[in-house]
Each structure stands twice: as structure tokens, then as C-alpha cells.
């Protein structure tokens, strides 16, 4: 600072400020947060954090607790145990659903205000897409009184059922919002999921209506499915299609299973899903576990013994975290085709399902000994054989641990020393039950969620 | 200063000036006992005569004194009277000590006023030079340590540069700063400490990183002639804002009239950890009851291996150990040669060392007067490659252009920082892979000691990490040192230029323009195969700091009628902070222990700007009634940059009265000395943190509290979130009204002395960052609300048992006692978390102390007993509630001093009762089989407690086993309560041994006096606690207290200090 400056600064401070009329409000001011900030980096953001928390806590518990994944250290020990606590999940509601939610309803507002319809339904389609993992997680949960910020610091919840209505319709006006023929913004390089394909987002729109109309098998058995195949007709037609969003080679953009297993190490794979593998001789092996010592070899779910570690295509640094894909799509429609008893069709599906996911996971369905056994269904298909080949396809997905408790295939053994029995749901969060105590809805991990029966 | 001029002038009145009595003439020199400096104008009288004389500016006198048995008495204000018999000698030297019990004690109050402690409405402690030397730590907070009653002073650990947490009479704020104030001749300068770490980490960032310095350490405590503690409100009412919650005014040295004056003071000093967990000694690396080497995956970081007498080395080879793998002892492969069990800790720590020197030179003419210090300390940590330099110089000077004009100013320049080392909840934290690492296991590779110093202990010829678990777990504590490096470098000049203006003898204008600039610039990184970062990680981390602050003050001070006298101060304030911070990481490493960002694979910058401006009028009205009532009035009003336009101006006011009632109703006699009562009542405002009003967005990072997780940009992306602190565009200034009252009693000659004093203290419309339910779409919302009370006794008794001539005893006891209460948060907000981990956590909870534990605890009846399960062990209740108070009862410092000629004794005791302690770490032993007390791992208990079933008694007998510990019984598990200690402790906090050559023997030599000095510090500590040394605090200087994560242990430390004066 010159000699003048400092002189300036004093006569400011002696002068002007002797009356207080200086500009104070200038100085409050902050330089390094901007005021405003345009949807597509509001967008990119939550699509990431939303990833982020997908391969992070609530996949990594889903399939600690789906015996994927084995917790062999410290927290995780326990949770595999069936002991999941209100500190456990607290991290992912306050921090990545909500504050995601929240980032995905500034961006649907500015969309409207500015009027860029494909924003609005690029953003609907990820925040109808985390509202049903987060009601997947803990079943009734703040949606229409919630993101009124300084209106209501106790937002209160809404049924499940309500929340699956919501997703719906959030759905529909997605489609078509992304349908508009005019968006004053639109989706570009920045869309970190499809890079601006605005195609792509209307099928990941109707895939995922049919995820959640399938989530109601046991509610409505008939009307589900037939809901689920009707939107399926609009949705995913391949691998290309996928939702996912991919990490990165460095440290800062590297995928979080991968982060975990680096700066943690507290999961291996379980002995479970790595036998049901190592048993069918199964071509992904290689690709989902990684050979302790020339073996594969889990470890006892609820054990903390040494294990293999995660595979390469969950768990490189920048492994693909995905939100939803075509093979889970034929997964649906084998199991809604199963359950309107058109068993031939199911079949098909099922036998397209599980070449799909060697294709997403091996890049070949060339395995002919293997699509011999397991992917050759004809006339029809047990749901037991559709949902434990759906298991091994959703490995390191939250969803696998839905259609667990779903359908209750596989069905996994008890692990030891458990200290209780599996969890049906989340706990509500610390964090809830601390700031929004009146709310906080009275369950414990063996309530069933709604669509649970 | 002042002092002296002061008394320069009534000796010159009250004294004779020549004595006419036949006799001899005697001749001597006068010294101060602390640092042999020569004292001017020290009145020497022969008793029970007028026959007197003063000494010059060299301390000599010679006096003539009549014939026969004579006693000498040597008066000085601010020293004890001494008085020498003649006897024959023609010679007599004497060092006076410095009186701490005066009544006519000047005290520096708010804004550099000097004040007599006799007048003041409020209560004030002083802390002189002597007792300052008496601590040989290079901060100045731990200098004051358990001398001052009402300041509580934590040290963070004891690595090298560790900071302070100080509280003056509790909390105030609920999240806000409620540090005190520092400042140095009247300029406010910055305490704060910046976290080490990548700042979106937030406050997360002080549970792990390195120990950080709070910005006080770079003043050399031996440039300071005194320290004063204004401890409440009205103390500080002047300062407003910054000192909201109290304020350390620190006078510091300055040039007398006289000949130079050049001083030289050497200290060097050893430290040893003073106390660490104990731990088991009898069973091996594993896991249920078998010996599985490092290979084991999450097995080989457990210690519940087999017992070490049941192992036997297979002499084969086995690259982490040259003995080999531990075999049963029937084994066909095993040797005959034991298991060992690997002393790490011992191995690891070393013995730390400190060494300070500093040189000053002082003196001054009638007109002018300077001081000059050049100071290095220069410190080795326990933890080895652990360090800390300072190096400070500072000149201080002043001039009298005329009679009426006078101007001062000081500049010091100080360059700081060093090496600190990885700790706390941190996979490189050197306490962390310690305490962790089985005993089977030996860290230092076969080096034993000098670990630190071969990589063999730490890294494979192929690059790998040597660590007890391969491939994961954690650093190998002598990998961290050498591959984990951080270094700080602080450059930092504070200043001060000002002048005053004398109109006529009752009114002067005086105005100090003082400046605070410093850059901090960090290095450091993870290299690549540390476990955290296992591609490896370097940061570049600068922060600049620069405060700008100005007083202007008219005094007028006259005598309004012949009874009153009255001064009036008003002046003007006006302060400018700004605070920048540049952080950059790099990730991914190419070259290994190559720390720089060309380096690295991807860069991440974070920007971090808070400015501050503020500007006061202020009033301070001081009236006396016939020197025994004192009423004082003081006003401030403020307007601050970080309030809402229409709330940006608040005034707030004070009262406060003094009362000498010995005076008032002549009661001075033998026994009764003086006796004052004080009262005062006051407010002080706080403004809101920087950029509160509003809530923007801020480039994005996803984590999920077990990861680094991901930072943008992203894939060449920028992605931005709303920020998650929904700002108030109404907020307004917090108030904190305190009521206190005092009194100040001596007896017995001023050999007795009691200073007590009662307070209450309320801070309203607290400025909180409320958290609030996530679905609200926020994280927390600034609001304006809440109260927390703070009340409390503090008291200071100054005694003289013991006083001859040759010998004195003296006694200071400070004792400290606050009680806060969270009186009420936000309606609906029952809890706020100030920092700590997910489960525990420090916080502010309506109806409890501020600052207690929450966390998971035992399920218990409503009577209070431990439900026990029908497995026969007691579960874990089903929401988290209070587990401990981390606030002491009480504290007390008490010092005895005994000087016997020129050898000096003192001795501080430290007592702390209650405050309880997380013992985090040993909850996470527990869990990994370390701790001594899972050596009683496969015994049995009966849990106390009624059956839940049933509630009978339980009578079940269980077996504390690994299940056990790796559950509910360990660090991991839900219960938290079970690891809460309680941390009151007795220390011998410093114990100083200290002779003053006697002058006859330095006659012949340049040399005008010196001394030696032996010090210890916590040379003795008798506390309960299990962990390191009670006194630490993983979250620093925050508003956290009591918790206990790995954190660096504290030390003790034994030095000898020489100081020569020339």
C-alpha cells in the first residue's frame, strides 16, 4: 500500500466515519461468494453431490446390509451387525439429500422465472430421482412443507405414499418441460450426466417413473406393473442410455467407493455375494471383486475378518456412479411382466436383463456357458431367479437393497453376532431428531416402509 | 514509566535536600532484585531521622551518617521497603523487590490509561515482570497461566507453537469469539488462529490437522514489563466489540532516563512428555486370540492377538520384522526366541528442547528515551522433526519536542513458525498410529530411537509404507514426520506511531495510529503411499492479515472544586480488518517427497476474504470525591460494517463507583490498612460475524464425512451450491450486561491483602448461526436470540507470613470460580453444536453449562440404574443426551515465594476441580485392544444394574471379551459415556530457583548484575484422568472444550535461565 493509501485510510476512518455515514455496507460485501449464480453450474453440482452420495453412504450401508459388502472395521462392523444408527446416516440427509433437494428447487425457480423449461425438467428429473432414494431410506420425509427456508424451520413429513405421488408428478412435468420447443437456457457441456442430450433425459424420466411405480409391487400389484411397462415403452432401449455420472482420474474428482476403500478400508466383499459369483462362475468376477492374494474370497457378514476388496468396475478412481440404466430397466419389465402372469415375455426380458448388464459390466455378452444357464429362459421365469440376477447387476446400488426388501430375494443369511434383525429402514437422522423433534415420526429399524408389506 | 517520574517529583518535595549531621559518609548502589536494574531516585533515609538523600540515575546515593548504631531505609514506590544496618561498612548495596501489594499501584486500564487501582469501579489483575520471567515458554499466555483469577487458559497440547484457549469469566457468545482482546501499548493487535487445513473443511478442520498458533505467540514475553487482565465489561466498556470478552493489556518495556542499559538474557530448557495412556502389555497384533502379522487386511491394525508368552519368533523371513512372524509356541516352526513387545511410544518421542536468547538495549536523555530488543527462541518439539522459531525485533521509542508535544512509536517485527506435525482424528496422526499400533509391532524398523532419522523404519526399497497393516490403516508415526511434512512461516510487523499534545495543564489531545500485518504462508502435503491421500497431496496455503487501528482521545482533568475532581475523555475509534486466505491443493504426486503444485495431477484453489470496518465515538467520565469516592461513566457507540444498515449504529454504557470506606469513616489503624467496595454495571455490544445478512451460493464440494470426497471445479465443470447458512438481513448487535461487585481489603502493614470479587454477567440476543433441520433447505439460519449467563466469585489473597530483613515469604492465591447456564437458544432450538464429531460433541444446550458433552449413553431407568439386556451386558439408550461438564468448578493458582538474600524460591500450584474430559482415545483403544485395560480381556463381570426384562438385580456374569470391546465397550460404539473422565488435576505448574549475584562480587566487572535462574514445569501432575496430560484440547482455541481425540501430548520441562545486565 503507498503512502497515500495509508493517509486515505486514516482520513476515511478519522472524517467520514466520525459521523458514521461512511459506507460500511460495502465493506460487508463478500468477495469470494457470489450473489447470484446461473443453473448450470447449480446443476452440475447437484448432480455430482447426488452421485456422491449414491457410492457413498447410502450405497456403501444398502450393501453392507444387501451382504454385497462386508463391514469388517469399526462403524461399519456394526452396521453389518443389522445396527445402523441415527449418527450413521446423519452426514447423508443433512448434507448431500437435503442440501441437494434444496440446490435442485433454486435451479427449477430460476428455470421458471427465466423461463428455461428444459432446466427446470432436467432438475425436476434429479430431484424426483433423490426423493425416492431418500423415501427409499427412511419412508415419510419433509417434501411440501420443506425448502421454505427462515418460513418454516420445522418442516413437517409426508406420508410415503404422498411422496411417491410427488415423484410422479414431478416426472410428468419433466417430460414435458423437456419436451419444450423453446428454453431461453438449455442443457450443454456442463449436464455432467448426458452433456446436454435432452433425449436421454426424457428416457431416464420414463425409466424411472417405471422404478417407481415397480417400488409399489406389493401395494398394487396389477396396476403397478402394468403402470411400470407402460412407461418402460418410453424408456432406456440400451446401455448407451445409462444415467451415470463418471468420476474422475484425480483425487479431488475420484469416485467415492474408491475414496472409501483408499482412505477407510473399513468394507471388503461379503462372503455372500462373492460365492453366489464364484458359484455361477459368473464373467463379471473379475470385474466386481478383486483377488486377495490370488483368491477371491469375502469375508463373514458380520465378521471382521479379512476380505476381498470391491472390483474395478465399482470401485476405480473414476468408476461411473450410475442412477439408473437399461438393464435395471429390463429388470423391471421382466418382473411387472411376471407379475401380469405373461411369463414368455418376462423371460425374454430377463434373458436381455442379465446380457445387458455383462455388456455395461464386461463389454461382451460372449460368455456362452454362462448365458447357457443364466440368461436363456424360455416360456418363463421364477421372480427368485429375475431378482437374485438383478443382485448381482445392482451391486454397489442403493436400489438393490429396495428390491431386497421388496421381494426378499436373495435371500442372505443372518450375520453373526448380529445384534439385531436386518433393518427394514433408516433411523431418522440425528440431526432430525435434534432440530426437528416434533416431527421426527415414531419408527425403529424394523418398521416397514409403506410399499413394504 | 511514569511511576517513576511520579515519584521523582514527591521525593523531591518531601525530602530534605541536604543533610548538615557530622558523621561517615556511606555509599551503595539500589537494584531492582527481578533483573538487577539500577533504580533512580529510591529515597534512603537513616531511621528516625530527616537525614536523607535519593538515589541518581545510576541507583547511587551517598549519605552522610551520623555517628552510632544506624538503620538505613530504602523507600521506592512500587518496592518493598527494605532497611540495612550501617554497622561499620562504608558500602551498602541493596536489591529491592518489587511490591506487589501496593495501594497506590497504577494499573494500565482500557485504552492506555493509566489508572490507580484504588480508583476503579471494576476489578483488574495485574501480572509484573517477575512473575511473567518465572515461565520460560515462548507464549505469553502460558506465561500467565494460573496467576490471574477469572481467566481460564487451556493449552491446546504441547507441540511446538500449540495455542491457547483463553476464557475470562465464561463464555459470552454462544458461537461467536469469545477470546479476549490483546493489546500491546494501547493497540489492539490479532489473537485469532487460523485452522490449518483446506478451509471448506470449515470447523471440522481443528478436529484433525496440526496444532495451531493462536497469533499471541509471536510476542516475545521478554519485551513485556507487565500484564493486565480487564476482565468484565466494565473494564473494557472503552475497547467495545473486540473486547467483549475481556482483554490482555500487555505493557511492554521501555527506555529510561540514564545511560544505556544493555541486558542479556539466555534460557535453554528440556521437555519430556509428561504423561501418556498406558498401554497393554501382554497380547500380540490379531484378531480372536491369533497372531495374524500385517497381511491380515483390517485384522492386522487389532491387538487381539494371542498372549506374547504363547508366541515364539519362526526365525524365517518376514520383511516387518528381522525376527520373523510370531508362531505358537508348540509350533513345529517356532525358534526358541520370544515375542517381544516393542516400547513404540518410547521409541518415538524424544527428548524436546528450547532455546531462547534475547538482547536489549534501553535507555534514554530528559527528551528522548528508546528501547531495542533483538529475540530468537527456538524450539524442538517432542515429536521428533517437530519445531517452532520466533525471531523478534522491536524498537520502541518516544520524544519530547516541547514541553507540550510528545511523540511515540514502536515497530516490531517478528518471523515465526515452523514444523508441525499431523494429529487428532487424522489417518496421519502421529498419536493416532501410535497408540493404535499393536506392541507386536515394531514402528521403528529395528531403530529403535532413531527412527525418524533411517527410512528403513517407515518405507520399503520399493516405495511402499511400512505400517503395521499393509496397504491401508494408518501412517506409520515416523512416516508422518518425515514424508507428511507442514511448515508455517509467519512474517509479521505490528505497530504503533502517535503523539499527544499537551494545551494547558488540564487538557491534552492525543492520537496512536496502530497497524497489525502479517502474511502466514503453509506448506506441507501427504506424500504419495501415505494413507490418506495414497496418490499423494501438497497445499499451499497463504493467509494475509492487516488491521488498521486508530484512537483519538481529548482528556481534560482538573479539580472542579476543592473536594471533586473530575476528567473527561472523549474519543474516537475507528478499526479496519481485512483477512485473505489463498488456499491451494494439488492431488496426485508424480514424484514422490516432492512437495510442490507443478507436481501434482489436479488443482483445487479456495478464496477466503472477511473484511471488517468499524468506527466508535466513546465517553469516559471519571469523577473523585475527596479521594475516596470514585464514580465513573463511560459511553460508546459504534457502528459496524457487519449489522444491517438500519441496525448499524448501538450505543452502550457503563457505570461504576468505588468506595473507600477507610478513608470515608477514618478506620485506618494497626489492623485495617484500606478497604474499598466497588460496584459497577455495564453493556457491551457484539457485532455479527462478517457477511451474515445474506445467503449466496459458493463453488461446491461432496463429501461424506468418511471421505476427502469431491471439490469443483469437476471434470472441467464449475458447480456452485446455495451456501448453507441462511443469512438475516434484520440481525442486530448482541448485548452483554454485567453487573460486579467488589472489595479490596488490606490489614497488617499491607501483609494482608484480599481482592474478591462477585459477578453477573448476561449476554442476550445472541448473533447464532442456528442449526435447524437440513429440510428447511438450510443447515442453519443466522438469528438473533438466546441468552447465556455467566456468574461467578474471583479472588485474589496476597499474604506476607514471613518478612525479615534478609528473608520474605509470600503468598499469592488466585482462585476462579464461573458458573455458566445457557439460559435459552432459539424457541424450538434446544441444542447448538460449538465443534466436535458427529457423536460427541461440545454444545450449547438450554439449562446446562455452556459447552458440555453430548453423546451416546448407557439405557438407564428413570432412577437412574444401568438397564442391563438379557445377554447381560447394559445397551446403549436410544437418543444421545449430556454426558459431561468439560467446565472446571474451580481453579486455583497458588504461588509461594521465598527470597532469602539473593536467592528466590517460588513455587506455582496449579488445582483445577471437575471439568470433565472425552477420553476419545481410549474408547478407540479399547476398540483395537491397545489400552491397558483390555488386558483384562476373557474376564468376567456382573454389570451393575436391574434386568430390563424384569427389573431384579442383575446378577449375570459376562466375559469382557473382543465382541465386547469392538461394541458397545469400545471407542466405536454408541456409548460414549463410558469414556468421559473427569479432568480435575493438581500440578506444580512452575518451580523457579533463582540467585542474584551479589553486587560486590560484579563491582570489578562491566557487568551491573545478573542472575541464574533454575525453572521446571509441570514438574509434578496428580490427576485421575487415564489419557495425556488433562490439560489439552484437541479444538484449540475454539469455543469446544473437553475433548480428547489423539491428541499431541503435553510436556514438562526443566531450564536454566541466566540473565546480565551491563
Not at chain 2, 459470552?172 to 487460523?194: C, E, H, K, R
Not at chain 2, 524398523?445 to 509404507?465: I, R
Not at chain 2, 468439560?886 to 471439568?915: F, H, M, Q, V
Request: hydrophobic fraction near 35%.
Amino acid at each position: 500500500m503507498t503512502l497515500y493509501n495509508y493517509f486515505k485510510y486514516i482520513l476515511t476512518g478519522m472524517l467520514i466515519c466520525m459521523v458514521a455515514s461512511c459506507d460500511l455496507e460495502e465493506t460487508n460485501v463478500n468477495p469470494d461468494n457470489p450473489e447470484e449464480a446461473p443453473n448450470r453450474v447449480l446443476l452440475s453440482s447437484a448432480q455430482a453431490g447426488f452421485a456422491y452420495a449414491l457410492g457413498g453412504d447410502m450405497g456403501r450401508y444398502a450393501n453392507v446390509i444387501t451382504q454385497h459388502l462386508a463391514g469388517v472395521g469399526r462403524q461399519h462392523l456394526v452396521i453389518g451387525r443389522n445396527q445402523i444408527t441415527e449418527n450413521d446416516v446423519n452426514n447423508a440427509w443433512r448434507f448431500n439429500l437435503y442440501p441437494i433437494m434444496q440446490n435442485l428447487k433454486v435451479v427449477i425457480q430460476q428455470a421458471q422465472e427465466e423461463g428455461s423449461p428444459h432446466f427446470s425438467g432436467a432438475a425436476k428429473v434429479m430431484l424426483a430421482s433423490v426423493l425416492g432414494v431418500t423415501t427409499d431410506a427412511w419412508g415419510d420425509i419433509p417434501y411440501t412443507n420443506a425448502f421454505q427456508g427462515r418460513e418454516e424451520f420445522n418442516p413437517t413429513y409426508d406420508p410415503q405414499e404422498v411422496i411417491y405421488d410427488t415423484i410422479q408428478a414431478l416426472l410428468d412435468e419433466a417430460i414435458v418441460e423437456l419436451q419444450a420447443s423453446e428454453s431461453l437456457n438449455t442443457l450443454e457441456s456442463e449436464d455432467l450426466i448426458y452433456g446436454g442430450n435432452l433425449n436421454n433425459w426424457i428416457k431416464a424420466a420414463y425409466t424411472l417413473k417405471a422404478r417407481y411405480y415397480n417400488h409399489l409391487s406389493q401395494v398394487n400389484p396389477t396396476e403397478s406393473a402394468q403402470m411400470a411397462l407402460a412407461a418402460l415403452d418410453s424408456g432406456f432401449t440400451s446401455n448407451a442410455e445409462n444415467m451415470t455420472l463418471a468420476f474422475g482420474g484425480t483425487q479431488t474428482e475420484a469416485n467415492p467407493y474408491y475414496q472409501f476403500n483408499q482412505q477407510r478400508g473399513d468394507i471388503v466383499m461379503a462372503e455372500f455375494f462373492t460365492d453366489l459369483l464364484i458359484d455361477r462362475d459368473d464373467p463379471r468376477l473379475d470385474e466386481y471383486v478383486t483377488p486377495l492374494k490370488g483368491n477371491f474370497a469375502g469375508a463373514t457378514s458380520g465378521e471382521p475378518e479379512t476380505g476381498s476388496d470391491m472390483g474395478p468396475f465399482v470401485a476405480s478412481i473414476d468408476s461411473p456412479v450410475p442412477f439408473i440404466t437399461y438393464p435395471e430397466a429390463q429388470f423391471i419389465r421382466a418382473e411387472a411382466l411376471l407379475r401380469l402372469n405373461q411369463g414368455g415375455e418376462a423371460a425374454e426380458a430377463y434373458n436381455e436383463a442379465v446380457k445387458a448388464s455383462l455388456r455395461e459390466v464386461t463389454g461382451s455378452d460372449d460368455y456362452p456357458d454362462f448365458i447357457a444357464q443364466y440368461a436363456s429362459a424360455s416360456g418363463s421365469v421364477t421372480l427368485e431367479q429375475i431378482m437374485t440376477q438383478k443382485y448381482i447387476t445392482m451391486f454397489g446400488t442403493f436400489e438393490t437393497w429396495v428390491d431386497i426388501r421388496r421381494t426378499g430375494f436373495p435371500d442372505t443369511p443372518d450375520p453373526v453376532m448380529a445384534l439385531g434383525p436386518e433393518p427394514l429402514r433408516f433411523p431418522y437422522p440425528q440431526s432430525e431428531r435434534t432440530f426437528n423433534a416434533a416431527n421426527v415420526p415414531d419408527v425403529t429399524l424394523t418398521t416397514p416402509l409403506y410399499w413394504d408389506r | 514509566m511514569k511511576k517513576i517520574l511520579l515519584l521523582s517529583l514527591m521525593l523531591a518535595l518531601l525530602l530534605p535536600l541536604s543533610g548538615y549531621s557530622q558523621g561517615r559518609v556511606v555509599t551503595g548502589k539500589v537494584v531492582t532484585a527481578a533483573d538487577a536494574m539500577p533504580l533512580p531516585g529510591v529515597s534512603v533515609v537513616v531511621k528516625g531521622t530527616t537525614t536523607g538523600t535519593a538515589t541518581d540515575a545510576d541507583g547511587n546515593f551517598s549519605l552522610n551518617v551520623p555517628e552510632g548504631n544506624n538503620v538505613l531505609v530504602f523507600r521506592f514506590i512500587g518496592y518493598r521497603t527494605m532497611e540495612r544496618t550501617v554497622g561499620n561498612e562504608s558500602v551498602i548495596n541493596v536489591a529491592l523487590q518489587e511490591d506487589t501489594r501496593q495501594l497506590e499501584e497504577v494499573v494500565v486500564t482500557a485504552i492506555g490509561i493509566e489508572r490507580e487501582t484504588k480508583a476503579l469501579g471494576y476489578s483488574v489483575q495485574e501480572v509484573g515482570t517477575e512473575e511473567l520471567a518465572r515461565s520460560t515458554q515462548p507464549s505469553i499466555a502460558n506465561a500467565i497461566n494460573g496467576k490471574v483469577a477469572g481467566v481460564n487458559i487451556t493449552s491446546s497440547s504441547g507441540a511446538p507453537g500449540a495455542g491457547q484457549r483463553i476464557v475470562i469469566r465464561g463464555a459470552t457468545s454462544v458461537t461467536g469469539n469469545n477470546q479476549p482482546l490483546f493489546v500491546i501499548d494501547g493497540v489492539p493487535i490479532d489473537n485469532s488462529t487460523t485452522a490449518a487445513g483446506n478451509p471448506n473443511q470449515g470447523t471440522n478442520a481443528v478436529l484433525s490437522g496440526v496444532a495451531n498458533s493462536n497469533r499471541a505467540v509471536d510476542i516475545n514475553p521478554e519485551d513485556i514489563e507487565s500484564v493486565t487482565v480487564l476482565k468484565g465489561p466494565a473494564a473494557t466498556a472503552l475497547y467495545g466489540i473486540r473486547a467483549g470478552s475481556g482483554a490482555i493489556v500487555i505493557t511492554t518495556k521501555k527506555g529510561k532516563e540514564g545511560r544505556a542499559v544493555i541486558n542479556y538474557n539466555t534460557s535453554f530448557t528440556l521437555d519430556y512428555v509428561n504423561k501418556l495412556p498406558e498401554l497393554q502389555q501382554r497380547y500380540s497384533q490379531g484378531s480372536d486370540g491369533e497372531f495374524t502379522g500385517t497381511f491380515s487386511g483390517f485384522n492386522s491394525v487389532l491387538s487381539w492377538g494371542a498372549p506374547l508368552d504363547q508366541l515364539r519368533f519362526d526365525g524365517q523371513p518376514y520383511p516387518y520384522d528381522p525376527n520373523g512372524f510370531l508362531v505358537p509356541a508348540d509350533s513345529s516352526a517356532a525358534t526358541d526366541q520370544r515375542a517381544i513387545a516393542y516400547d513404540n511410544l518410547d521409541n518415538f518421542f524424544e527428548t524436546g528442547k528450547t532455546w531462547t536468547n534475547t538482547l536489549s538495549i534501553s535507555g534514554g536523555t530528559e527528551k528522548a528515551e528508546y528501547y531495542v530488543s533483538l529475540g530468537h527462541t527456538d524450539q524442538e518439539g517432542v515429536v521428533p522433526k517437530s519445531d517452532f522459531q520466533r525471531t523478534s525485533v522491536r524498537v520502541t521509542g518516544s520524544t519530547q519536542l516541547n514541553d507540550k508535544f510528545r511523540t511515540f512509536g514502536s515497530a516490531n517485527y517478528i518471523k515465526s513458525g515452523g514444523r508441525r506435525v499431523q494429529q487428532g482424528s487424522n489417518i496421519s496422526g502421529v498419536m493416532l498410529g501410535l497408540l493404535r499400533a499393536p506392541i507386536t509391532f515394531d514402528l521403528s524398523g529395528g531403530f529403535g530411537e532413531e527412527g525418524d532419522e533411517n527410512p528403513g523404519a517407515y518405507v520399503f526399497e520399493d516405495g511402499t509404507q511400512r505400517t503395521y497393516r499393509e496397504g491401508a490403516g494408518y501412517d506409520n508415526p515416523f512416516w508422518t514426520v518425515n514424508r507428511n511434512p507442514f511448515e508455517d512461516d509467519v512474517n509479521r510487523l505490528i505497530g504503533y506511531v502517535g503523539a499527544q499534545y499537551d494545551f494547558t495543564d488540564w487538557v491534552n489531545a492525543s492520537f496512536r495510529l496502530g497497524t497489525d500485518w502479517y502474511s502466514d504462508r503453509r506448506t506441507g502435503g501427504f506424500d504419495i503411499q501415505s494413507r490418506a491421500f495414497p496418490e499423494g497431496q501438497v497445499y499451499e496455503d497463504q493467509v494475509f492479515n492487516r488491521d488498521i487501528n486508530t484512537d483519538l482521545l481529548v482528556t481534560f482533568d482538573r479539580e472542579v472544586t476543592t473536594d471533586v475532581s473530575a476528567r473527561l475523555i472523549l474519543g474516537h475509534n475507528y478499526f479496519n480488518s481485512r483477512f485473505q486466505r489463498l488456499y491451494t491443493q494439488g492431488d496426485g504426486l508424480a514424484v514422490p517427497t516432492f512437495f510442490d503444485l507443478a507436481n501434482a495431477a489436479s488443482i483445487t484453489t479456495t478464496e477466503n476474504t472477511i473484511r471488517i470496518e468499524r468506527a466508535a465515538v466513546y465517553a469516559d467520565l471519571s469523577l473523585d470525591y475527596k479521594n475516596f469516592i470514585f464514580l465513573g461513566f463511560t459511553g460508546r457507540n459504534e457502528w459496524s460494517s457487519t449489522l444491517p444498515t438500519d441496525n448499524q449504529s448501538f450505543f452502550y454504557p457503563s457505570i461504576n463507583l468505588g468506595f473507600v470506606f477507610t478513608e470515608a469513616f477514618d478506620l485506618t489503624g494497626d489492623v485495617f490498612d484500606f478497604g474499598k467496595v466497588r460496584a459497577s454495571y455495564a453493556v457491551v455490544g457484539k457485532d455479527a460475524p462478517a457477511y451474515a445478512l445474506t445467503t449466496p451460493f459458493a463453488s461446491s464440494t461432496w463429501g461424506d464425512g468418511w471421505t476427502n470426497g469431491i471439490f469443483f471445479p469437476f471434470q472441467g465443470v464449475a458447480g456452485f451450491n446455495q451456501v448453507t447458512q441462511l443469512g438475516n438481513p434484520d440481525i442486530k448487535p448482541e448485548k452483554n450486561k454485567s453487573i460486579e461487585f467488589g472489595v479490596d481489603l488490606r490489614f497488617f502493614d499491607n501483609r494482608l491483602g484480599l481482592d474478591a470479587t462477585y459477578y453477573k454477567n448476561n449476554s442476550e440476543d445472541q448473533i447464532i448461526p442456528v442449526s435447524i433441520s437440513s429440510a428447511s433447505g438450510f443447515l442453519s439460519a443466522v438469528l438473533n436470540s438466546g441468552e447465556i449467563e455467566n456468574k461467578g466469585i474471583e479472588a485474589v489473597l496476597r499474604g506476607t507470613p514471613v518478612q525479615t530483613t534478609n528473608f520474605s515469604w509470600d503468598v499469592i492465591v488466585n482462585f476462579t470460580r464461573n458458573q455458566s447456564e445457557v439460559i435459552s437458544l432459539y424457541p424450538g432450538v434446544e441444542t447448538i453444536t460449538l465443534n466436535g464429531f458427529t457423536s460427541p460433541s461440545s454444545r450449547a444446550i438450554v439449562g446446562e453449562p455452556y459447552g458440555v458433552l453430548f453423546g451416546g449413553r448407557w439405557a438407564r431407568n428413570d432412577q437412574g440404574q444401568l438397564l442391563i439386556g438379557n445377554d447381560g451386558f447394559p445397551f446403549p439408550a436410544d437418543e444421545d443426551g449430556v454426558i459431561g461438564d468439560p467446565n472446571p468448578d474451580w481453579t486455583a493458582g497458588i504461588t509461594n515465594t521465598i527470597t532469602w538474600k539473593g536467592l528466590s524460591l517460588s513455587a506455582l500450584l496449579d488445582i483445577r476441580e471437575g471439568g470433565d474430559i472425552w477420553n476419545g482415545t481410549i474408547g478407540v483403544m479399547n476398540f483395537f485392544g491397545t489400552s491397558k485395560n483390555t488386558e483384562n480381556r476373557g474376564e468376567t463381570k456382573v454389570f451393575e444394574g436391574v434386568r430390563v426384562d424384569d427389573g431384579t438385580p442383575n446378577t449375570q456374569e459376562v466375559v469382557l471379551d473382543q465382541d465386547w470391546y469392538q461394541a458397545n465397550g469400545g471407542g466405536f460404539g454408541a456409548v460414549e459415556e463410558q469414556f468421559v473422565e473427569d479432568g480435575s488435576w493438581v500440578r506444580l505448574r512452575e518451580l523457579t530457583l533463582s540467585y542474584n549475584l551479589p553486587a560486590t562480587l560484579l563491582e570489578k566487572t562491566p557487568v551491573k548484575a545478573a542472575s541464574i535462574a533454575f525453572n521446571a514445569r509441570n514438574l509434578w501432575l496428580n490427576t485421575d484422568y487415564s489419557g495425556i496430560d488433562p490439560e489439552n484440547n484437541l479444538t484449540g482455541q475454539g469455543n469446544a472444550l473437553g475433548l480428547d481425540y489423539f491428541s499431541m501430548p503435553n510436556t514438562e520441562g526443566y531450564g536454566l535461565t541466566l540473565r546480565v545486565t551491563f
